[in-house]
């Protein structure tokens, strides 16, 4: 049980163009999701925690109109990232934690790898 | 500020020989601590937590983790390592049950045949 899905897994656009990415709850409803960000080699890094049906809360430094979330059910949150640039390549992984799961729990998706070109 | 240290990027260990990874953190509390493992093209896996209690923690695929208040560590242990424990091992943080987490820096763990 607790399986969280991406899609894509790995995707490739161009520099100026958008992209969205899906994070899935397969099997549970996910209250609070997670989107983080990780670059080669280094630690995630929380960019934003979103609850369905409210507005996501960014983490200092994150450009909340760069990565556009919503979190619009209980299995389904999207990360946009509008008009990439080079910059905005790296793994962004999702997660999600349920109500009731009182000891922190977050079960994480696989990844999806963004190149920006 | 309150953060959790991997002092270790990489280690390689022999198949079949003993593993410890160390982890530290930073807190006036008692933190809630995990550890988890990324495979190449699969999710972040949780080995294991500590909230409160025994501070011996069993956790998945035969490793163990134990909280030592007295030198902020929550090192991970395995005594056996297999050539499917190569990946990469987080330990992370959190300051209480509803909070963010708080990710260290990670140890890559590769298995010398």
């Known amino acids: 049980g607790a399986v969280v899905s991406q899609h894509p897994s790995w995707v490739i656009c161009k520099s100026g163009t958008s992209v969205k990415i899906e994070c899935r709850s397969l099997d549970f409803q996910a209250t609070t999701m997670f989107w983080y960000r990780q670059f080669p080699k280094q630690s995630l890094m929380l960019m934003a925690t979103?609850?369905?049906?409210?507005?996501?809360?960014?983490e200092q430094g994150v450009e909340k109109d760069k990565f556009l979330i919503n979190h619009a059910s209980l299995t389904l949150s999207t990360l946009t990232v509008t008009s990439a640039h080079p910059e905005d390549s790296s793994f962004y992984i999702c997660?999600?934690?349920?109500?009731?799961?009182?000891?922190?729990?977050?079960?994480f998706g696989p990844g999806t790898r963004l190149t920006v070109l | 500020a309150q953060s959790v240290t991997q002092p270790d990027i990489h280690i390689t260990v022999s198949e079949g020989a003993s593993l410890e990874l160390r982890c530290n953190y930073s807190y006036g509390a008692t933190p809630y601590l995990f550890w988890y493992v990324q495979s190449p093209g699969q999710g972040l896996q949780l080995l294991l937590k500590?909230?409160?209690?025994?501070?011996l923690v069993q956790g998945i695929k035969g490793f163990e983790a134990e909280f030592k208040r007295s030198q902020s560590s929550f090192n991970l242990r395995k005594p056996s390592v297999h050539w499917s424990d190569a990946a990469e091992y987080f330990c992370?943080?959190?300051?209480?049950?509803?909070?963010?987490?708080?990710f260290g820096s990670g140890t890559r763990l590769s298995i010398r045949p």
């Open positions: 992370a943080f959190a300051y209480s049950s509803a909070s963010k987490i708080i």
């Open positions: 500590y909230f409160s209690g025994d501070t």
């Open positions: 997660s999600a934690s349920f109500s009731g799961e009182v000891h922190n729990e977050q079960f």
């Open positions: 979103s609850n369905e049906g409210s507005k996501a809360t960014y």
